[in-house]
């Protein structure tokens, strides 16, 4: 092959999984400014009360999903491109054993469980509220699989698409129902009512997307399924709770007003998931092909590749806001919620340690026991933590805990099981030295950042237009002049001639 066609070769992979992460982290970017900002409206409309007790009600539910699903969404990547007779049949499969993990739930809820989360929540407004939840299951439950169907049959825009016009729906009517009625009441009531019109948009898309003839569902088959799901969907559930064990136990043990303070400084993990996860969900079948393949350089080259992309936005985003958290919280929340930066700067020091989804690189390694080893070890040390930290200090404790779990354990463990994976030593399992220097480059252009928030006497709003017009045009310039992004051609030539990367 001739070097300008092998050129083309290489870059044409790239540009395609470019797009598909641009798509789908502009549709989770969507819809995470609008949750926030219908979290903005209700810190201001609703009492702390009554804002935990929406809360709550979903808390219960968000806790027990990755139990009930067990990782057979995730399934669908595995056997949709496998199957050859009937496609259509993965998907029924799957949604009539997603239905049947939603019921478990329902019965819980039906038969008593809500009186005892309710007790435990120290909330007993949920007594009311929690029993609505009986048929939420079966509007979201079914059609848990639409992005791996999507991204599966290439349709990854139409999934963007999807995700922004139905958190649009969901977040406008909630905010109008709280602006309307300023009670819990109404938009827990929107909020089951939102996705019940939007299951049969889903189920359209999905069967839309893969052809051929419907059958009922196959005992054998699913059974396969489940067979599959087993150990990622373990591994998913203890990585799902460690991440949700937090408010649980700030939940149980702390007040509703407390707990409302802690929900909202807990707000970077949209921002990891929206990063990683686009990436993950994009360059993970790539890499599950080249390590299949024996091809273990092309693999970590893809996977440092992946660190260094999330990391150009998650470095900088860490650095700007440590420096503008109050500001930044009282712009979103109001001054009633200044306790929150507290809990939100501990978060921020997440960031580092999650450019990436390890699990993504070790499951392409075929590691697939380590996942689930890792991740038992995860909840237990978070959990065991959580408790007696939150005991001593509060929902403090909470942030503290799980930080100390992810530098302590987590992430060296990572590194070590896919250094070996990869056959490299510990060091050369990440870029470090690029990652280090990104990081020192950000660290730079944080007294810029403060000079904007806090060198004016100006409104918070104010301090935070000003902060990011000073602080991100010079660190974007900084990283892109040593080469961590390239800039579209369009934009690169807005930058004088001398100023541009050669």
Known sequence: MPDSTKEVANKMPETTRTGKVLALSLGSALSMVISIFFGMISSRVLSKHDYATIQQTFLAYNFAVPILMLGLPNAVYYFLPREKQCKRGVLVDNIALLLGAGLLFSLFIGFGGYKMLAMRFNNPDLLHTLPWLVLYPFFLMPVAGVSA???????????????????????????????????????????????????????????????????????????????????????????????????????????????????????????????????????????????????????????????????????????????????????????????????????????????????????????????????????????????????????????????????????????????????????????????FKMLFICALCMPVAAVGAYAFPLISLGQLILATLLYWPIAGYLLYRNKFFDLPSRLERLIPQLLRVQ
């Open 149 to 435: 169907v999507l991204v599966s049959a290439d349709q990854t825009k139409t999934l963007a698409v999807y995700n922004v016009i139905s958190s649009l729906a969901l977040t406008l009517s909630g905010i109008v129902a709280v602006l309307v009625t300023k009670s819990y009441a109404a938009p827990i009531f929107v909020r089951i009512i939102v996705p019940a019109v939007f299951l049969p948009i889903a189920m359209y898309l999905m069967f839309k997307a893969v052809p051929g003839k419907m059958r009922w569902p196959k005992r054998l088959d699913m059974q396969a399924m489940v067979r599959y799901s087993v150990p990622l969907g373990l591994a998913s559930i203890f990585g799902s709770l460690t991440l949700q064990m937090d408010s649980m136990i700030v939940s149980s043990m702390c007040s509703p007003e407390d707990f409302a303070v802690y929900y909202n400084g807990a707000i970077e993990l949209p921002l990891i998931g929206i990063i990683t996860g686009s990436i993950t969900t994009v360059v993970f079948a790539e890499m599950a092909k080249l390590c299949a393949r024996g091809d273990m350089e092309a693999a970590l080259q893809l996977f440092h590749k992946a660190s260094i992309k999330s990391a150009c936005i998650l470095f900088p985003s860490m650095c700007f806001l440590l420096v503008t958290a109050t500001p930044f919280i009282t712009v979103l929340y109001s001054e009633q919620y200044h306790a929150s930066v507290v809990p939100f700067v501990i978060y921020l020091f997440v960031l580092p340690v999650r450019i990436v989804v390890y699990g993504a690189a070790l499951m392409a390694l075929g590691m697939t026991r380590v996942v689930l080893f890792r991740s038992i070890l995860d909840l237990a040390i978070n959990a065991i933590l959580c408790y007696f930290l939150v005991k001593r200090f509060g929902y403090i404790g909470a942030a503290v805990s799980l930080l100390v779990t992810l530098y302590i354990w987590t992430t060296p463990y990572n590194l070590y099981k896919i250094a070996k994976g990869f056959g490299v030593s510990w060091s050369a399992s990440m870029p470090f030295n690029s990652l």
